[in-house]
C-alpha cells in the first residue's frame, strides 16, 4: 500500500556551524535556500503565494515570519525579495541566528493539485 499526498509547501532549511549575527551575512544565506525552493518548483510546475522564513536562534527559540501576496510569486527574484524583507524584520538581533528556512506555501500548478488516492496493490 502506498499512500500519496498533496504537497503543502516547498522549503528548504541550513544550519550554520558559526552562529550569524548581521544581516549581509544572514542575506547571503539565503541565496542558496530561495534558489533551492526555486528550482524544485520552476522544474514541477509548481507555484506559491505565500513565503515564510523560519530563523532558530543559537538558544534554539524559533521564529518564524510570512508574507502572503496577491498573486502568485512569479520569479525567482520576487521569492527572495519577500524573504529579504521578511528577514529585515527580525534584525538587529541579539542571539545568534543558528537556522534559516525559507518556504513557499498556498501552492497551486500541476504538481501540488494532483488529484492523488491511496493506492493499494494486491
Known amino acids: 500500500m502506498r499512500a500519496d499526498r498533496v504537497r503543502k509547501s516547498v522549503g528548504a532549511e541550513d544550519t ?35 513565503v515564510t522564513l523560519k530563523v532558530k536562534f543559537a538558544n534554539f527559540q524559533q521564529i518564524s515570519r510570512s508574507r502572503t501576496i496577491g498573486g502568485v510569486v512569479a520569479a525567482e527574484t520576487e521569492l527572495a525579495t519577500v524573504a529579504g524583507t521578511l528577514l529585515d524584520q527580525v534584525f538587529p538581533v541579539i542571539k545568534g541566528i543558528r537556522l534559516l528556512g525559507v518556504t513557499l506555501s498556498n501552492l497551486s500548478g500541476s504538481a501540488a493539485e494532483a488529484d492523488r488516492q491511496m493506492s493499494l496493490t494486491i
Do not use: H, N
Not at 544572514?26 to 522544474?43: D, H, N, Q
Open 16 to 50: 550554520f556551524a558559526a552562529d550569524i549575527f548581521d544581516l549581509e551575512s544572514a542575506r547571503k544565506e539565503l541565496v542558496p535556500l530561495v534558489g533551492k525552493v526555486w528550482r524544485y518548483c520552476a522544474e514541477r510546475s509548481i507555484q506559491g503565494r505565500t
